[in-house]
């Protein structure tokens, strides 16, 4: 059985395997629109920059070719990669299987794909699949403006990725949490400029699709929208 897959918000400085967590995936999610060129008309397409342990963190094997290698997502730039989603695979290449090693243009860049996913496979997204995933280190190539600022290794201060990791067999959510907690804090002690008031919280995987920040003002939202409704039915009858 798999450890459990939870998401943490934010990240904070988070990286490696520690604090019970057996690996964890970075991402910015919900995801980038980027134009593919490929056969036929460039299109905007549904693109995720993850980082390039996330196919091996996730388990997940393609269906044709390979997932990231290690040196592809250490310099900047170097190379550029991707793995095609299994819906894209079809729509666009129709299925081709000879589509791994062939070269595809991403915001004017040549990209070689290097797998395709299978079926059903999204990635850590709960809702619709990304048409590709690329290298945490390609995001010179797919970002820009502010994104591109906030996304660089050195910045701090852009809460624009999520991680998600899988628990260490045997280790609950709660532990992992309180382990991450003390992470934070001690980064919030070493950052103070951009790490102050900064916190961890971790949610399965499943829950991850409404920020832990915000969820409860949904809720007190959604009790209030019910309230109205329930006066106008009142009125109404």
Not at 2 to 22: D, F, K, Q, S, W
Request: glycine share 14%; aromatic share 6%.
């Amino acid at each position: 059985q798999r450890p459990e897959a939870v998401r943490l918000h934010p990240v904070c400085g988070l990286y490696g395997v520690t604090g019970g967590i057996a690996g964890a995936v970075a991402g910015l999610h919900p995801g980038l629109d980027r134009v593919l060129k490929g056969t036929g008309e460039p299109q905007q397409i549904f693109g995720e920059i993850v980082s390039g342990n996330f196919f091996t963190v996730l388990g997940a094997r393609p269906l044709l070719g390979r997932g990231f290698l290690p040196d592809e997502d250490q310099k900047p730039g170097e190379k550029l990669v991707c793995v095609l989603g299994y819906g894209e695979w079809q729509k666009r290449f129709g299925g081709d299987p000879s589509i791994v090693g062939r070269e595809i243009t991403l915001n004017g860049r040549k990209f070689t794909v290097v797998g395709v996913m299978p079926s059903g496979f999204k990635g850590t997204n709960t809702i619709g699949a990304p048409a590709l995933w690329v290298p945490y280190m390609t995001y010179q190539e797919m970002t820009a403006g502010i994104l591109l600022e906030l996304i660089r290794p050195e910045s701090r201060r852009g809460l624009v990725l999520n991680v998600t990791g899988r628990l260490k067999p045997g280790v609950t959510v709660q532990r992992a949490e309180a382990n991450m907690k003390t992470i934070a804090r001690q980064l919030e002690a070493e950052y103070p400029n951009e790490n102050t008031g900064r916190n961890v919280t971790l949610v399965p995987l499943a829950q991850s699709t409404v920020n832990p920040g915000f969820r409860n003002n949904l809720v007190m939202a959604g009790g209030v929208l019910m309230t109205i409704v329930g006066l106008v039915l009142l009125i109404a009858c």
